[in-house]
């Protein structure tokens, strides 16, 4: 894959997973009655927790299915399913649903690690999408070290919009906000069939559905 198509896809599947501008409404609701410092402390260090959990994943996650036997291929059809799982829940509002259920739960007084943090910044999808990527790399540290800059760069947007989630927040509306999200929602369904298509061919059951194909 050519390095500018490499990184617009590693930015596109990043951005959509992490979805920056859904995380508008949960900041809001996690953060009642905190000044801008203390808001602006929680957003920092959540986002550093975040991007830690995220680069541990994408520098041993692949080292790690390896030592348990589970080949690049298959975890990237996995992944795939995961997340069109997860963008299904985002076309329907299952995701926001559960987020919102994740902040009524959580501890008003600093819910930077937990929910946002984990899950709600780097959760499974994120965490998948890191592993999948570093392993389209296949070894070449250039694109290892452009997935973790892109990786840091939508964790700085996610910062970004937790920074002006009440402007934000007032402008989009409800409204708003449901109609960004299911636009994510669609690109993601596309790229996770994209990250399957992949995994079928790096195991040769392609090749095998054609031949199958031309002997009937």
């Known amino acids: 894959m050519p390095e500018t198509a490499f990184l617009i896809t590693a930015f596109a599947t990043l951005f959509v997973v992490i ?4 995380l508008i409404p949960l900041f809001i609701a996690l953060t009642p009655g905190m000044d801008p410092a203390h808001r602006r402390n929680v957003a ?3 986002c550093l927790v975040a991007a830690g959990i995220l680069t541990a994943f994408g520098l041993l996650g692949e080292a790690v299915l390896e030592f348990i036997g589970i080949s690049m291929p298959a975890f990237r059809i996995a992944g795939g399913m ?3 799982l997860t963008a299904l829940d985002m076309l329907f509002e299952r995701r926001t649903q559960r987020r919102e259920g994740q902040t009524a739960e959580a501890h008003p007084d600093d819910p930077s690690v937990f929910p946002l943090a984990l899950p709600l910044i780097a959760g499974p ?3 998948a999408t890191m592993i999948l990527l570093v392993g389209q790399a296949r070894g070449d540290w250039g694109k290892i070290l452009s997935v973790h800059l892109v990786m840091a760069a939508t964790i700085a947007a996610a910062f970004a919009m937790m920074m002006i989630a009440g402007p934000v ?3 989009l509306g409800r ?3 449901v109609v960004i999200t299911r636009i994510l929602g669609m690109l993601l369904a596309a790229l996770s069939v994209q990250f399957v298509i992949d995994g079928i061919i790096g195991i040769g059951l392609d090749k095998g559905l054609i031949l199958l194909g031309k002997g009937k």
């Open 125 to 127: 999808g994120a965490i």
């Open 44 to 46: 920092l260090r959540a």
């Open 82 to 84: 995961l997340l069109f």
């Open 169 to 171: 927040g007032r402008l």
């Open 19 to 22: 979805d920056p501008p859904g």
């Open 175 to 177: 409204t708003g906000t």
